[in-house]
């Protein structure tokens, strides 16, 4: 039995996925994700408890311990699933908070079965947490949830971060619970953002919508102040680091050129397979260097790895389709025998593998049409310590911020586009090497672990007018 915690943190999903084995036994593995990895060590160090949904629907579970961690498991039923998870969190908040480079869904019974699953993470969390604990909220499918704990337990030291970006006030606004999700959020002492353009966004928003006042980073309620800042998430830099070092993750990355023909170039895409990740502009504007003769089939091979994601909602089986057909069109148009210029894989794969396809790629093509950080950029940082190796990154990236030495591209250009691929391609291993040192200082003095940390030592810190207004 798990009893009451000191830390907690509140996601979407529980840090571990079930594993079965052959004989039908069932066991847990942590996840792989960037935050569990950030999160587990401050985790085991104060014996916190995550809760979270364990991904499958009307799952019931005890309490259960997993790496030093206590996981509390939250049911979801099918129905909240499609309408909470696919719902309003997928279709509706998603596309609103990405600049709705898809049009958003607005639907009274998403909106209700969001409010009950974030009640009963509210609640839930109330349940666990030891008098005066700090609790952790995850991301755009816990909006409601700080406001919402906060009126049960008004004892506790409130965070929230969101992963995404926070949208400007004009398009905010469309949002028919707008009010209301404002409202959520602001239960929290801090609020935390990627960029300081979301926080600067969300206060805005505060004072048009609720007419509160902020000043610099506070925003002044009639009883407490909410605190809004930056912190740009990383990566685990030391871990990839180290594992491109290995000797069987080199010749893995040798063996994966040999296995594209050996080409001169190889360009790399990696993402999940979402409507915001620019993947078609990217593939059309190669397309069109093939096209134009700019580049010959067997000169450059274009890697897009698409990890399957989302796929009951309408707008990413759509997606899936229009990748598929177009990259069957480019290769039908410009394939040699033998040879595919584009090679696309819709799966998902180990990070070993995935450091190794890093380390063999010489171009790697990130170019969202809107996305919070994008942490595929800074892995791909990570693992060039060879300095070798161009990154070609999306100004609509959060990373792009950090990482202004990449070759910055606007994707909605395909010109802009094919030039700063090509301009990837031909540069010197002597500037590439200017800029990959640069970019790798950045990401291994910022990586995750210090996101983690700032942020939960700022939320542990009261704010500079806080002693003066409990004072008053
Ligand atoms: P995502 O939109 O999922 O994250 P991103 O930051 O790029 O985007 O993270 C994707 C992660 O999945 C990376 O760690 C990558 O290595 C991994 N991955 C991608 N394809 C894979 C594959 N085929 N196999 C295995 N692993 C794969 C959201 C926000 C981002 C923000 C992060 C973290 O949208 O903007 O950077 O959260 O806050």
């Known amino acids: ?35 569990v990895t950030a999160i587990a060590p401050v985790m085991q160090r104060r ?4 809760l979270g949904w364990p991904g499958a629907p009307d799952e019931e579970l005890e309490p259960f311990e997993q790496d030093g961690m206590n996981l509390i498991s939250i049911p979801l039923t099918a129905e909240e699933i499609e309408l909470y998870y696919e719902g309003f969190s997928n279709a509706t ?26 009640e009963r993470f509210a609640r839930a969390a109330a349940a666990h947490a030891e008098q005066g604990a700090v609790v952790w909220v995850q991301d755009y499918q816990l909006q409601l949830v700080p406001a919402m704990l906060r009126e049960l337990r008004p004892d506790l030291r409130i965070g929230f971060f969101l ?6 006030v004009e398009l905010f606004w469309q949002l028919p619970w707008r009010r209301e999700l404002v409202q959520g959020l602001l239960g929290a002492d801090l609020v935390g953002f990627q960029l300081p353009g979301g926080a600067a966004n969300f206060r805005r928003l505060c004072r048009r919508l609720l007419g509160v006042p902020y000043k610099g980073s506070e925003i002044f309620l009639e009883d407490r102040i909410v605190r809004t800042q930056a912190f740009p998430i990383s990566v685990d830099f030391g871990e990839l680091d180290e594992m491109v070092r290995r000797p069987e993750v080199v010749s893995r990355a040798k063996e ?19 409507y915001t990740k620019g993947i078609g502009q990217r593939l059309e504007a190669f397309g069109e260097l093939l096209k134009d003769g700019r580049i010959t089939p067997g000169e450059a091979v274009f890697v897009q790895i698409a990890t399957p994601s989302r796929e009951r909602v309408e707008e990413y089986r759509r997606l899936r389709d229009d990748i598929e057909l177009q990259v069957g069109r480019i290769n039908g148009e410009t394939s040699e025998f033998g040879s595919q210029p584009i090679q696309y894989f819709h799966q ?9 396809l890093y380390l063999a790629a010489d171009v790697m093509v990130v170019t969202p049409l809107r996305d919070g950080m994008n942490l595929v ?51 010197t291993p002597h500037e590439l090497a200017r800029r990959m040192r640069t970019m790798r200082r950045r990401v291994a003095t910022y990586d995750v672990d210090r996101w983690a940390s700032e942020f939960l030592s700022s939320l542990e810190s009261p704010s500079a007018s806080e002693p003066a207004m409990s004072r008053s």
């Open 163 to 168: 992963h995404i970006p926070f949208p400007p």
């Open 377 to 427: 950029a800074k892995e791909y940082v990570a693992c060039h310590h060879d300095l070798n190796g161009a990154l070609v990154l999306s100004e609509f990236a959060g990373a792009a911020d950090e990482l202004r030495q990449a070759f910055l591209v606007n994707p909605y250009d395909v010109e802009d586009l094919k030039r700063q691929m090509l301009a990837a391609m031909r540069a």
């Open 47 to 50: 014996h916190g408890a995550w």
């Open 348 to 356: 998902s794969y180990p990070k070993d593998e995935l450091a190794a």
């Open 1 to 35: 039995m798990v009893g009451r915690s000191s830390f907690l943190i509140v996601a979407n999903r529980l840090p571990v996925d079930r594993v079965v084995e052959q004989d039908g036994t069932a066991s847990w593995r942590r996840s792989p994700g960037g935050l």
């Open 93 to 118: 908040l998603w596309p609103l908070y990405h600049d709705v480079v898809a049009p958003p869904v607005f639907e009274r019974s998403m909106w209700e079965a969001y409010r009950a699953v974030n």
């Open 256 to 274: 994966i050129r040999m296995e594209l023909g050996d080409p001169e170039h190889v360009l790399l895409g990696v993402d999940r397979l979402d």
